[in-house]
Every structure is written in structure tokens, then in C-alpha cells.
């Protein structure tokens, strides 16, 4: 388990990270969302030791994380870091030699790695000749060379088409299923939700949420549709329900409570037949502007 315990760092005046709280479990691809300047890129970088922490720690396991367990971290900068000049299959093997892998084993891997990622027969061109897409395939491929035991990866979507971004997932959650937590960012909330077992949501350096997409859906507002065959005008000022969008007979609604869901349906019925009555699936973008406000 990665743990990053009241993180806080500074620039001048400008406090970054902010206290910051959290937990990467074993085998779970945990989501860091925010807006640009939110932190995510500077806490992942305390992480990885680039930067030095003004108070709090990092975890591995329970103890302090040391240089040796970051060595067998997988790590995939903001600043993409591999060299536009050089074939590709080289930077891996030489990334690979790096982390102590042997360089027949390091070869093996990363020519493993590039034709499963559709590169084959590109291994030996210059990095600067692929397209995006496949530059940042390679980017991943560099991160995962090494076997590592923790992957912490910044925005390693960004640039991939739907093929390309179920194909590194399925990659990445081979590593999941041995155990190995997965931290990424990125701004495609879509995509953090289809994805991610774990979310944490950032805003000006703090956490403002943190848990799974059905926990941060049922921490807000319980929201029903509503579907009768009268008008449903009566909605509005009804005790303990919010009335968010109303077209005649169909409603969108939120409750405070149970027992105002229960009465509204009670009241509905008396009035009328019901046609349709039951919660809607909040998109991880509407909890998002929720919690960021």
C-alpha cells in the first residue's frame, strides 16, 4: 500500500499541495483529479522524491518510502522524458538497465512491450518519427519496463484514442491483478470513471473528495426522475424536495431526505398513475463541479 500522509508543500507564498491525505490500494487503480494548478502533478512528484515535502510523508508498506523503493516505482512524468532522437527500442532497454535489469532481459521486454502495443515494426525508428499516440504508447511501455511494484503515472491517456486507451488498459491491469496500486491523472473524467476502483479530487492543494465513484455519488444529494401522467407543478414547494428541472409531467428532483422521497412518491400516486419513479446516476463530472465550487 502507498500512503501519503498530510503532505504539504510550498513555493514562496503559494502553498501547492496542502495537507494532503490519501491511500493507493493494492491491486486498484486509484483517479487524481483537478483543475490545472490543483496539485496533482506536484503531490506525485513528492511521491517520487522530486521534490521535497515541507511536512507530511509518504508510505511504502507502512514505513517511510526510501531511495530503494522508489527504484522500483514505474513512473510517468508530466514532462514526457525520453529522447526524440534515439530508436525507441534502445531508450527502453537502456531505461530498463537503469532499474538492474539485465540487458538481454531488458531487450526482451521492451521488444515484448512494443509489438504488443502495435510498435513492432517501428522499434527501431527514432522516437521524433512516431505520431503522438504511439509516443506516448511508448512513454507507458517505458514506465512498466522494469516490473515495477507501484505505478505512478500522469496523465498517461492524454493523446490516445478509445482503441488505444482500453489496449494500456488492459496492460495496466495485468499489473493490478498482482497486486501492484495504480495512481494516475488526468483530466478525461469519463474516463476516470469507467476506470478507476478509487477517486481523489483536488482543489487549490486540498483533497474535497475521496472514495469510489458510488461513495462520492451517494455522499450528495439523493436525485430521482419522475414520470406521471398529470402535471407535476405541485413539485415545486413541496417540503424537503428541490425541484432541478420540470417539463409538465416528467420532473428531475433532489431529496434531504428518505422521508421526503417516500412522501413525494405517496403524493404522487394519490394523484395520479406514476410511470417512472427512481434515482439517477450522477456523472463523476456533476460530483466533481459539486465538491470544486
Known amino acids: ?52 515535502p515541507n511536512s ?42 537503469l532499474h538492474g535489469m539485465p540487458h538481454r532481459e531488458a531487450r526482451e521486454a ?39 511494484k507501484c505505478l505512478i503515472l500522469d496523465e498517461p491517456f492524454s493523446g490516445l484514442d478509445p482503441d488505444a486507451v482500453d489496449e494500456m488498459f488492459t496492460v495496466l491491469s495485468e499489473f493490478t491483478a498482482r497486486g501492484v496500486p495504480v495512481l ?21 492543494g486540498r483533497v474535497v473528495a475521496n472514495g469510489s465513484v458510488e461513495q462520492l455519488r451517494e455522499a450528495g444529494q439523493s436525485q430521482h426522475r419522475i414520470r406521471s401522467e398529470v402535471d407535476l407543478g405541485w413539485l415545486r414547494g413541496f417540503p424537503g424536495v428541490q ?12 431529496f434531504t431526505d428518505v422521508a421526503s422521497e417516500q412522501a413525494v412518491l405517496h403524493e404522487a400516486i394519490s394523484r395520479g398513475a406514476v410511470r417512472a419513479f427512481g434515482p439517477t446516476v450522477r456523472p463523476l463530472s456533476e460530483i466533481y463541479r459539486e465538491v470544486t465550487r
Open 243 to 254: 425541484v432541478l428541472d420540470l417539463d409538465g409531467r416528467e420532473a428531475h428532483v433532489a
Open 110 to 148: 521492451a521488444e515484448h512491450l512494443l509489438r504488443r502495443f502495435g510498435l513492432g515494426e517501428r522499434m527501431r525508428d527514432k522516437l521524433e518519427k512516431l505520431s503522438l499516440g504511439n509516443q506516448q504508447r511508448v512513454q507507458i511501455a517505458a514506465a512498466v519496463m522494469a516490473n515495477p
Open 184 to 204: 494516475f491523472s488526468s483530466h478525461q473524467l469519463d474516463l476516470v470513471e469507467r476506470l478507476c476502483d478509487d477517486i481523489i479530487i483536488l482543489a487549490k
Open 1 to 52: 500500500m502507498l500512503e501519503i500522509k498530510n503532505l504539504t508543500r510550498r513555493f514562496g507564498d503559494l502553498t501547492a499541495v496542502d495537507d494532503v491525505s490519501f491511500e493507493v490500494d493494492p491491486g486498484k487503480f486509484t483517479g487524481f483529479v483537478g483543475g490545472n494548478g490543483a496539485g496533482k502533478t506536484t503531490t506525485m512528484r513528492l511521491v517520487m522524491g522530486l521534490l521535497q
Open 56 to 97: 507530511g510523508e509518504v508510505l511504502w508498506h507502512g514505513a517511510p518510502v526510501t531511495a530503494a523503493d522508489r527504484a522500483q516505482f514505474g513512473y510517468m512524468p508530466e514532462e514526457r522524458g525520453l529522447y526524440p532522437k534515439q530508436p525507441v527500442r534502445n531508450q527502453l532497454v537502456y531505461l530498463g538497465e
